[in-house]
């Protein structure tokens, strides 16, 4: 799915390794997705998703897109795993573009 919002959070990043043992780079980010509700006003949905990025330079322009409020579109994927009989639901966002306005 794709997401029109902003970045509210970005949390800190986490190393881990993949199958062949190259060191990668995740953030948690918590996008905030403008709507108008049936009254008219507007609200904003949340989602907090994890996104793999490449460097910490690319971290940093995170930072500093969502300090400048500026609006971002997301690729968003949403996947249910089942653990111990509870229902999980991991959010993926695979790609954030800003918007030019």
Known sequence: M???GFIKE???PREWSNKD??????VKLTLQIPYVS???Q???????GEMN???EEFLEGLKKTQVA??????????NLS?????????IRIYSLTKLMM
């Open 2 to 4: 794709i997401f029109k």
């Open 10 to 12: 970005v949390g800190l």
């Open 21 to 26: 043992g190259k060191k990668r780079l995740s």
């Open 38 to 40: 049936k009254d008219g």
């Open 42 to 48: 507007e609200r904003f949905d949340e989602l907090m």
């Open 53 to 55: 990025i490449q460097s």
């Open 69 to 78: 409020g500026e609006k971002c579109e997301a690729n968003v994927g949403f």
């Open 82 to 90: 089942d653990w111990n009989g509870k229902k999980i639901q991991n």
